[in-house]
């Protein structure tokens, strides 16, 4: 229990948390152990976790907040961990995560209700998908919103206006005239795993 209580310290608040996101355009999105050495010596404040398994997420969290950075781990991608609620609990308990991103609502949920931060994850395939995405509008269990493809500015401009949530544009934005923007359409950061946007 003592050791639970520590890592509990560790967690940034959701204050906190909305403090550094606005003041971070580039969030680095972490596929694999050669990001992560490049990820935790640059100066981005927030790193998203893409990879890893039930038995290596444990020290890849570490080091990163060994680094001092803010990180979330993407839990629908970690190998060997389930859909279900003891997957947050297996985080919680044993990593130093200060939250996760899932496009799973009842992961989010659960997560809330450990303390850790939640960021769900929307993927806008067409028109339908952004149609159900609305409706699931206003995510009280998300502390952001992250939307995917992030360079179809039409519609993060859409999201934004729907929600009072922090939105987060990713995937596919591979250079810096795409993070601009992604920003200059109300995203406050954008997530990738291009190293050369850090």
Same mark, same amino acid.
């Given at each position: 229990m003592q050791n639970i209580l520590i890592k509990k310290k560790n967690l940034c608040s959701l204050d906190f948390f909305h403090e550094v996101l606005h003041s971070t355009p580039v969030i680095l999105a972490v596929k694999s152990m050669d990001? /992560? %050495?490049?990820?935790?010596?640059?100066?981005?404040?927030? !790193?998203?976790? /893409?990879?890893?398994?039930i038995l290596s997420i444990p020290d890849i969290v570490s080091k990163i907040k060994d680094a001092g950075k803010i990180v979330l781990v993407h839990v629908d991608l970690i190998d060997g961990l389930t859909s279900r609620d003891i997957v947050v +609990?297996?985080?919680? %308990?044993?990593?130093r995560a200060d939250g996760i991103l899932s496009t799973k609502t009842n992961l989010l949920k659960h997560a809330k209700s450990r303390g850790l931060l939640t960021v769900q994850r929307f993927f806008v395939l067409d028109s339908l998908? /952004?149609?159900?995405? %609305?409706?699931?509008?206003? /995510?009280?269990?998300? +502390?952001?919103?992250?939307?995917?493809?992030?360079? !179809?500015?039409?519609?993060?401009?859409r999201i934004v206006k729907l929600i009072d949530k922090p939105v987060i544009a990713g995937g596919l934005v591979l250079d810096k005239e795409e993070v601009r923007e992604a920003l200059e359409a109300g995203a406050v950061s954008v997530s990738s795993s291009n190293m050369d946007l850090r």
């Open positions: 990001g /992560l %050495e490049k990820s935790i010596t640059g100066s981005n404040r927030i !790193i998203f976790v /893409l990879f890893g398994d +609990d297996f985080i919680a %308990e044993n990593t998908s /952004l149609v159900n995405i %609305e409706k699931q509008f206003p /995510l009280d269990y998300a +502390d952001a919103v992250e939307i995917l493809p992030g360079v !179809i500015p039409k519609v993060i401009r």
